[in-house]
Nanobody
């Protein structure tokens, strides 16, 4: 069982930056690939970024590639999402999730555990 708690969301102007954090409970965090997803009002939840259990592999949605960076610190049971050059269309609730698979996956149904989400609002 893994419990995930996100933080770091807020209101920022377009072009600004935010760093989201997701802290996991339990001693098995390093066994999980981790992902970030987001859900904008009136839209379905979508994949943003993922990182392998070791941190050696990452994958990004095209919409955030070059602007967002996912990283993790297994000693702190934490995964991060650094978001730069934010746009109004990045406004959403951002969720972190854990996947026990051996390979990085982007489908949300693959992820076993989810956090409660943190709101990111980008003003124009």
């Amino acid at each position: 069982q893994v419990q995930l708690v996100e933080s770091g969301g807020g209101l920022v102007q377009a072009g600004g930056s935010l760093r989201l954090s997701c802290v996991a409970s339990g001693r098995t965090f390093s066994r999980y690939n981790m992902g970030w997803f987001r859900q904008a009002p009136g839209k379905e939840r979508e994949f943003v970024a993922a990182i392998s259990w070791s941190g050696g592999s990452t994958y990004y949605a095209d919409s955030v590639k070059g602007r967002f960076t996912i990283s993790r610190d297994n000693a702190k049971n934490t995964v991060y999402l650094q978001m730069n050059s934010l746009k109004p269309e990045d406004t959403a609730v951002y969720y972190c999730a854990a996947d026990s698979a051996r390979i990085i996956r982007v489908g949300q149904t693959a992820y076993n555990y989810w956090g409660q989400g943190t709101q990111v609002t980008v003003s124009s």
